[in-house]
């Protein structure tokens, strides 16, 4: 078991990273996990997978469940409120613990009712999808949806621990594993170019689930967004790197109703529609560009946007949160290995990568 260190000082906490933890490691987990009442909230999908290991890791507890419906279009405000309804209903009190045992949706949406709860109560989260176990759950970024946008609504709320078993994955998807990729792919991309460099020699293991590169590949990603997270807990600055791709991707996700693209695949073809702004700017060289294309295709992400209107995508990214004076500010890259935020590009470079991405 690897341990990695979110270090925020006094709400600073582990990642616990390894095959086969909630079968081997159920003491290290009740250790981090150590309130009696505990809620676990999951979906219908993991629930009757890995619910059972969970329970079995944390014996002598009060657990109740909470088990919502699968999907993206799940992840909203009612759903937050049934998760609470049930924390009231059972008289939990400050000291219970809510634990998140699923992907991103079910992830962000009990961090967010942990959040709620008399003012915030702990969550522990338990990433079951790759995109989990590389992004969404560490960091404290938790939310729903709302019909105007993606995430509009939600609150920062970091876990008291992450579990991240990669057995887990074992029953994952094909397609939910090269999802998860495209958030790996990310961090080569915006601050780590020689783990871009090992992404390319190793791409094809990963998607074989090589043990060794799958475990490799979550503890670099984790490593490296534990590291921005910490210096900059809020997205004051360089946190907003993590959503490199993600403002053209959220409009790919919003402009087809959160159904026909997962997100990590809508984030991976955002990164290329960013990658190709980024050299429309003059920062990005086009042998780059070529690489980062290269690379998404060899992950087995769809990249063909043709079928979203340019004029609808924009719009769409309107609504992103980094706009600031009604501004849209992009995650652009410098070079492989170098992010930056900017608001000063050129608008017809815009409107012409735009053009070239989308129908
Ligand atoms: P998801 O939570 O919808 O999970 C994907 C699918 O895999 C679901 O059908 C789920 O039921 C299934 N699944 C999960 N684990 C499984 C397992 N072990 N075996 C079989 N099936 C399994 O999607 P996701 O890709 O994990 O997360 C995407 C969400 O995460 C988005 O809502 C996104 O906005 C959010 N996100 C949040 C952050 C953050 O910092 N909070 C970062 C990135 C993404
Ligand atoms: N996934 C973006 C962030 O955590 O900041």
Known sequence: MDILDVDLGARAYPILIGPRLLAREGAAIAARIPARDLLIVSNTTVAALHAPALGAALPGRRIVEVILPDGEIHKTLANVARILDVLVANRFGRDACVVALGGGVVGDMAGFAAACYQRGIAIAQVPTTLLAQVDSSVG?????????????????HQPIAVIADTSTLDTLPDRELRAGLAEVVKYGLICDRAFFDWLEGNIDALLARDAAALAHAIRRSCELKAQIVARDEHERGERAWLNFGHTFGHAIESATGYASWLHGEAVGAGMLVAASMSRACGMLASADVVRIERLLKRAGLPLDTRAIKADAAHELMRLDKKVQAGRIRLVLLRQ???????AEYPDDALAATLAGHFG
């Open 140 to 156: 404290g970024k938790t939310g729903v949806n709302h019909p105007g946008g993606k995430n509009l609504i939600g609150a920062f």
């Open 336 to 342: 492989i290995g170098e992010a930056c935020v900017t």
